[in-house]
């Protein structure tokens, strides 16, 4: 499922990611508006005239970096795990601004995009936040 989101992500093909996120059943969770779907939603982002988000990019960038593993689902990246370590924060240079990371980093919390697919191979989750 990673590697079959990575490549809709890299194609900028909404329509596949939106077709991978209900694959398995109900819909993935993701940040933002509730009242559409994950697709439009990111298209809208990714396109949005004042300031946009590189939605896409940034997926496909936390999908490579390290993974824990927590019950039965697999969480990107390792930094929001509790007791993150260097490393894990060291990992996320260039995801985000310098100085966003900093102030996650001083506060404990990491509050970027994160993944989580089960072991089965079932998207979950795309959130950003708390």
């Not at 990575?6 to 900028?12: G, L, S």
């Not at 960038?61 to 509790?82: D, S």
């Amino acid at each position: 499922m990673r590697e079959r989101i990575i490549a809709a992500a890299v194609a900028c093909d909404y329509a596949a990611l939106q077709t991978l996120g209900d694959e398995k059943g109900k819909a993935v969770r993701f940040s933002y508006d509730p009242d559409q779907d994950m697709a439009t939603t990111w298209r809208i982002q990714e396109e949005w005239a004042e300031a946009p988000q590189p939605v896409l990019s940034r997926l496909v960038q936390v999908l490579n970096l390290p993974f824990y593993q927590e019950g039965n689902l697999i969480y990107w990246p390792t930094a929001f795990r509790e007791g993150a370590t260097d490393a894990d924060w060291r990992a996320l240079k260039g995801l985000y601004p310098d100085d966003q990371l900093k102030a996650m980093r001083k506060d404990k919390s990491y509050l970027g995009l994160r993944v989580g697919i089960t072991v089965d191979g079932d998207w979950q989750l795309a959130v950003a936040g708390d």
